[in-house]
């Protein structure tokens, strides 16, 4: 069965972020999405803030630059995902859906089959 990975962005400065209950709220939210979908999970999790990224980037000349933070500064970053299993594009986007995403959206990508 097809793969695939839900992103699920989100602006990181928003202030339910920084308020206890709106976090709570969220997390209740996600917990429902897993009980309702559970059989097409195979994975996910929630993300640090992008301040405790790190990244590495490869150039041409073949140096490798490894710096503090993401790639780049957006108003949404990547806060989480879920890996599911669907039966196709549809199936998929049909649970990506119920991504309780209120302060931001999903990306639905298919994962390359090996």
Do not use: C
């Amino acid at each position: 069965m097809p793969e695939y990975l839900i992103l699920i962005y989100q602006d990181e400065s928003d202030p339910i972020w920084q308020d206890p209950a709106g976090q709570e709220t969220i997390m209740k939210g996600h917990m429902a999405f897993g009980e309702k979908h559970g059989a097409s999970l195979r994975g996910g999790n929630a993300l640090h803030h992008t301040s405790s990224a790190t990244s590495i980037r490869h150039e041409k000349s073949g140096k490798v630059t490894v710096t503090d933070g993401a790639f780049a500064e957006t108003k949404e970053a990547l806060g989480g995902y879920y890996l599911i299993e669907a039966d196709d594009l549809d199936a998929a986007l049909a649970i990506a859906r119920d991504v309780p995403a209120s302060q931001g959206g999903v990306e639905v990508r298919p994962i390359m089959p090996t």
